[in-house]
C-alpha cells in the first residue's frame, strides 16, 4: 500500500501491555501533561475557527468531567504522552459547561473528518469507537449485571461474581467491494445516501463465513452478479458506529443488474472515462473522501 486509509495507521502506542498496571496507569492519570479526548452523545471536541482541529483537554479537568461511573478510557501514548478518552454525555449542554464551554465545540466527525489532519482525525475515531462500545455494555449479556471497565478501559467484568464474565470491545466486520468488468464497475444509491452519491457494493460478515464468501453472497444478493477473482485491497476501522470495512476487488461473470429494492434504490455499470468526467454539477456523485468506498474507486481509476 501507498498510502494508509483515513482512519487508519494511527501513529500511537496502544501500551497494551500496561493496561492492567495499576500504578502505571495512576502515574499517567496524575502526569500533567497527559491529555484527554471527551466524547459526548457520539460527538468530538474540536477547535472553533477557520482550521478544524482535534481539541485536547489537560488531565487536570479529570474530576470535573467525571459523574462517578464514566472512568477515563485508555487509548495509548503519543511518544511519551498519556491520551485518555472519557464520556461526557451526562453534561445536558457542554456549552454552558464551566470547562468544556471555554475550549471548542462538539460537532460528529464524519462531518469534519476529511478537512482535518489524519493522525488527528484517526485518534478521535478510536476515541469514538471505543466510548460507543463502553455506552452500549454497561450490562453483561449473559445475566443482566451491571458491569464495570478494567484493563483501563479494554473490557468490561460482569459485577455478579457467580457469572464473572468479561466483555471485549467488538467491532462488526463488512466486505465492502469494487466489481468490475473490463472498463466498468458497479456503484449502487440506497435510500440513505446523499443526494446524488452512488457507491460500491457492502455488506456485513455473517457468524461461520469467510470473507471471500461474504463478498460473493453480498453481491449476488443486491445486484444478481456473480463474481470471481476475489482479491484483497485494504482495510479500514469505520466507528460510525462500530465497523471494520475491508475493501475487496472481484471480477464480475455476468452484467445484468437485478437490484434488491430491499437495499439499493438503482444500481447500474459506470465506465472509467465517466468517472473520471465527473463534476461537482454532475448527476452522479463519488463516496465521501474519507471513505474505503472512495479509496477503492479512485484506485482502480488510477489505474487506466
Known amino acids: 500500500m501507498t498510502r494508509s486509509n483515513f482512519y487508519a495507521n494511527i501513529n500511537l502506542d496502544r501500551a497494551a501491555n500496561q493496561r492492567s498496571d495499576a500504578d502505571w496507569l495512576a502515574e499517567r492519570l496524575r502526569a500533567p501533561e497527559s491529555r484527554m479526548l471527551p466524547v459526548w452523545r457520539s460527538q468530538n471536541l474540536f477547535t472553533t475557527g477557520d482550521e478544524v482541529a482535534m481539541l485536547e483537554l489537560d488531565i487536570a479537568h479529570l474530576e470535573v468531567l467525571s459523574s462517578g461511573d464514566n472512568e477515563p478510557v485508555l487509548l495509548g501514548l503519543v511518544e511519551e504522552t498519556a491520551y485518555f478518552t472519557i464520556d461526557v454525555s451526562h453534561i445536558e449542554d457542554p456549552a454552558e459547561h464551566p470547562v468544556l464551554g471555554e475550549q471548542g465545540q462538539f460537532a460528529d466527525l464524519r462531518q469534519v473528518g476529511p478537512v482535518m489532519a489524519r493522525d488527528q482525525g484517526n485518534l478521535l475515531a478510536y476515541a469514538r469507537g471505543i466510548d460507543y462500545w463502553h455506552r452500549r455494555h454497561r450490562y453483561c ?23 464473572n464474565a468479561v ?32 457507491s460500491v457494493l457492502a455488506g456485513f460478515l455473517e457468524p461461520g463465513e469467510s470473507l471471500e464468501d461474504c463478498v460473493a453472497r453480498e453481491i449476488y444478493e443486491e445486484v ?38 430491499t437495499e439499493l434504490v438503482t ?27 472512495r479509496r477503492l474507486i479512485e484506485d482502480w481509476l488510477a489505474e487506466d
Open 267 to 293: 444500481a447500474g455499470w459506470h465506465s472509467r472515462a465517466e468517472l473520471k468526467a465527473i463534476t461537482p454539477e454532475s448527476d452522479l456523485q463519488l463516496p465521501r473522501a474519507d471513505s474505503i468506498a
Open 141 to 163: 449479556g449473559v445475566c443482566g449485571a451491571p458491569t464495570r471497565s478494567e484493563a483501563a478501559g479494554h473490557q468490561r467484568r460482569c459485577t455478579d461474581a457467580a457469572c
Open 167 to 198: 466483555h471485549f470491545p467488538r467491532t462488526d466486520t463488512a466486505c465492502i467491494v469494487l466489481v468490475y468488468n473490463d472498463d466498468d464497475i458497479i456503484l449502487g444509491r440506497a435510500e440513505r445516501f446523499p443526494p446524488r452519491m452512488q
Open 224 to 261: 444478481g452478479v456473480d463474481v470471481t477473482d476475489v482479491t484483497y485491497q485494504s482495510s479500514q476501522p469505520w466507528p460510525f458506529p462500530a465497523s471494520l470495512m475491508v475493501g475487496f476487488r472481484a471480477r464480475a461473470l455476468n452484467t445484468d443488474l437485478h437490484p434488491d429494492p
